[in-house]
């Protein structure tokens, strides 16, 4: 088969996900097995957003190039061989006129020239919404190039909260929610032996298919995500955070009169992100503008209001305690369906940049695993150039799914200990 592409990039932006190595070693195979050198970009944008020809990019310090033994067994291992972070090389870029902008494309000028500097025909982006944003910024900045002086993009999907449009699950989703789902348990457990509740905060930037997953595979007793707060908990624009903690007690007495005194109750972390802005006020932001929602401590906040809010209703204190997962199933040990789900998408990379000849699509899947080619224009807002996210519909099946099997008045399973007297 006769391309032009000698050399790729393969370049991973982000939060780690499970299988991550999965798509890079599948991904680099695909293109060695064909005669293709691949090259490894270290931790993300870091290296190329501030890219200067007077400095030039280093082997092993900056970049790694991929052989054959490097590749061998580890599509299960943890971590990211290449590592990640989140340098944004398109903050500041708000539309289709920016991308006009040499102050605002300095970093995108900054990107491509280093790509170059490496004979770099094309590159593999993996990540989140915003790394797609970042693909497509650069795709639509090197339209003002010759053809001979572009870089091929395709973009790989990946975040664990599973909120991308155009595939339906995400690799690493199903492994964060396994991890999650058993240290739900074990905290449920916890809760029966000492007649309380946990309120436990999951990741869930934007939507809220993460914490619905571990609230169904968890057997929460109730679980609220961004999308219920928005349809149930808002006040003046925010989140009515009282009005929560109310809804949360209403589920912790249903449950005592069907004989239960205990339980876990999921939210999702994006909730601290519509709360009022003097509840906001000294969280630190990333370079996407994102608030670093792990400092925020929404679990122990919302746990200390529906403690009182308890005892204001039942005139008994109940111990609740606030609990945040999410950091411990980022690197996790794959889950098999991630494993194959992100081997495929790897290889789709090399079928989509070098067989279809494509430019400017992310690699999707459908089916048993087939592979569908989406192209940036359909996943992206165009006036405004952001990615959309894919929230739960109310009323859909899965939203059902997850409120059927939400315990809030289930029966009692067998003898259980009643409840612990609090002072």
Not at 163 to 170: A, H, K, M
Not at 215 to 221: D, F, N, Q, Y
Not at 321 to 344: K, N
Request: glycine residues 10%; aromatic residues 8%; negative net charge.
């Amino acid at each position: 088969m006769t391309h032009s592409i000698r050399r790729v990039a393969i370049l991973f932006s982000g939060g780690p996900a499970p299988a991550a190595n999965a798509v890079i070693s599948a991904a680099a195979i695909s293109f060695l097995e064909h005669g293709i050198e691949v090259v490894g970009i270290f931790h993300g944008y870091s290296n190329l957003c501030d890219y200067d020809p007077t400095y030039p990019l280093e082997e092993g310090l900056h970049y790694r190039i991929f052989r054959d033994a490097d590749l061998r067994g580890i599509r299960n291992s943890r971590g990211i061989c290449i590592g990640t972070a989140r340098a944004n090389p398109g903050k500041g870029l708000s539309g289709p006129a920016d991308l006009d902008d040499e102050a605002k494309t300095a970093r995108l000028r900054a990107v491509h020239a280093g790509l170059r500097s490496l004979g770099i025909d094309a590159l593999v982006s993996i990540g989140g919404d915003d790394t797609l944003k970042t693909a497509n910024f650069l795709q639509m900045w090197q339209r003002r190039l010759p053809a001979e002086e572009r870089v091929a993009v395709v973009h790989l999907p990946k975040t664990i909260d599973n909120d991308y449009r155009g595939i339906d699950f995400t690799f690493g989703f199903f492994t964060a929610v396994d991890v999650m789902a058993k240290e739900l348990q074990n905290l449920a457990a916890d809760a029966d032996a000492t007649s309380g509740y946990f309120i436990v905060e999951t990741m869930g930037r934007k939507a809220g298919w993460l914490s619905y997953g571990v609230g169904i595979a968890g057997e929460a007793s109730m679980v609220v995500a961004v999308e219920d707060a928005r349809l149930h908990y808002m006040e003046d624009g925010f989140v009515d955070l009282t009005g929560l903690a109310d809804a949360i007690v209403d589920c912790m007495v249903a449950r005592e009169m069907r004989g239960r005194h205990s339980g876990t109750i999921v939210v999702a972390e994006g909730i601290g992100e519509m709360l009022p802005e003097k509840a906001l006020k000294g969280v630190q932001r990333d370079d996407h503008g994102h608030i670093s929602l792990g400092k925020l401590d929404l679990h122990r906040l919302l746990a200390e209001i529906v403690k009182d809010r308890f005892k204001e209703r039942t005139g008994r204190a109940k111990k609740v305690t606030g609990v945040q997962l999410g950091y411990e199933s980022r690197c996790a040990p794959p889950h098999a369906f991630d494993v194959m789900l992100g081997s495929q998408l790897g290889i789709g990379a090399y079928r989509a940049l070098v067989e279809e000849g494509l430019d400017g699509f992310m690699v999707s899947v459908s089916g048993q695993l087939d592979l569908v080619y989406v192209p940036f224009d359909e996943l992206i807002d165009p006036a405004t150039l952001v990615t959309e996210v894919r929230f739960i519909e109310p009323e859909s099946d899965f939203y059902r799914l997850a409120r059927l099997l939400e315990s809030r008045t289930e029966a009692p399973r067998g003898w259980v200990p009643g409840p612990r007297r609090e002072p």
